[in-house]
């Protein structure tokens, strides 16, 4: 047993070690030292690298050493390509991530299909441009680009769904940074359609701007098969990448689909099995509630409000016709429901429910989040108001602090509608259509 113990601290010591090292390196690059240089001394002193250091490195760099969440991005980039070709694979007897419509097999079907669009047809048609800029090349970019914009859904599956999930397990360095890189490729393709559409002439910006999109897309491809994925595969439970794959229709998916639904081949439970002692294999009433939810089950039970009685049925199909996204955050910020229209404005899924709301935006963003909830609960505003337009909608979103008899603060609700139809209206209506 005593050597156990000895051996178990001399891992644990130098794992320790390879960290700090790990750590050092970067900082390095943070000094302002050639990746030739770091990289070399990386070979000769680490090796291989697991999937698990680097996410316990870009943890560490921001919560240890300070380092900002966008300077850790952009070192993001420079140690990617130090760390490649070093990152161990994690082997598994049994792959459900390689069968069709496992949540991995989707993000990587997606991914060779983007890789297709950026290194062949955009790099085809930017080589063209770059000797040419002709309106009829100039189309063709805008269409490979329109396409490209499809990434969107892609990441914010990515974001929405697997995130989530992660930060359950304690992980939020990698997937702050890689959601700060996702927002800057978006800013990037949306820059290069703009100017491709109000050109101008300026033919070297608008190709270096193409350059470093397909390098950064390229760049995010990587991150996520040899970084994001293998962690989320040694994290993630079966029942969590089923909810995953499930929810994964809410918002969509990028240049390709699902061939099939992953059903995963699960062993048949015993007759007449009983939970375990420890409640393994118990459900919560959180669960079952969910379960319930998935399965279209209808909640039963009523609730007495002042003005009046409805059943939980009743209530749920009411806020989810309402034409309007309601969003509810509790006094801690912390995510606690939405409603469920047809037609989302902005995807929501359930994953979402008991994250912090701060975690359900990029890292560019949060601080207008935390400063509105700061005002909210120092009680100087009661309310805010934003509005945006995305294609043919102008949204209008509203956020409101709820608080109760006594003035005490308990939470913020968002409303988010689409008021194109109502900016639109004139006259009067006083009739029923036909």
Not at 242 to 271: D, M, N
Not at 299 to 314: A, C, K, N, V, Y
């Amino acid at each position: 047993m005593s050597e156990l113990i000895n051996n178990r601290e001399m891992m644990g010591k130098e794992r320790s070690e390879r960290q700090e090292l790990l750590k050092e390196i970067i900082k390095e690059l943070h000094a302002g030292k050639s990746v030739e240089e770091v990289k070399a001394r990386f070979e000769e002193a680490v090796g291989d690298v697991t999937v698990a250091e680097i996410s316990e490195l870009e943890h560490a760099l921001m919560t240890e050493e300070g380092i900002p969440v966008s300077e850790v991005q952009r070192l993001c980039s420079v140690h990617t390509a130090i760390f490649k070709g070093s990152i161990q694979d994690i082997h598994r007897s049994e792959k459900p991530e390689e069968q069709p419509g496992h949540p991995v097999h989707t993000f990587k079907l997606e991914n060779r299909e983007i890789e297709k669009l950026v290194n062949f047809q955009i790099e085809l048609h930017k080589d063209k441009f770059a000797r040419q800029d002709s309106d009829e090349i100039r189309y063709k970019l805008l269409e490979d680009l329109n396409l490209l914009l499809d990434i969107d859904k892609h990441y914010s599956r990515k974001e929405n769904l697997l995130f989530p999930y992660l930060e359950r397990y304690g992980i939020f360095g990698p997937t702050k940074v890689m959601w700060g890189i996702d927002d800057g490729i978006r800013a990037m393709i949306k820059g290069a359609k703009a100017m491709l559409t109000n050109y101008t002439g300026n033919q070297q910006e608008v190709v270096d701007t193409l350059e470093q999109a397909i390098r950064e897309v390229n760049e995010m491809i990587f991150k996520e098969e040899n970084i994001l994925l293998p962690m989320a595969l040694g994290k993630l439970t079966e029942d969590e990448w089923v909810k995953i794959a499930h929810e994964s229709q809410e918002i969509g998916f990028c240049l390709t689909a699902p061939e099939q639904e992953w059903v995963p081949h699960r062993a048949a439970e015993p007759e007449g099995s009983q939970a375990d002692s420890d409640g393994t294999h118990a459900q919560t009433a959180t669960e079952q509630a969910g379960t319930a939810q998935t399965e279209g089950a209808t909640p039963q039970g009523f609730i007495r409000f002042e003005t009046g009685i409805l059943s939980m049925q009743q209530l749920e199909l009411i806020m989810n016709h309402l034409p309007v996204d309601l969003t509810f955050i509790d006094e801690n910020d912390v995510v606690r429901y939405f409603s469920h229209g047809k037609e989302r404005i902005f995807a929501r899924t359930k994953a979402v429910i008991g994250r912090t709301v701060q975690n359900c935006h990029p890292p560019q963003s949060v601080h207008v989040v935390e400063k509105l909830l700061e005002d909210f609960k120092a009680g100087k505003k009661d309310a805010e108001d934003f509005w945006i337009t995305m294609k043919d909608k102008f949204i209008l979103i509203r956020y409101f602090a709820v608080r109760d008899a006594d003035g005490r603060y308990l939470g913020t609700l968002e409303f988010t509608q689409n008021v194109a139809p109502i900016r639109a209206l004139e006259g009067q209506k006083r009739i029923l259509s036909e």
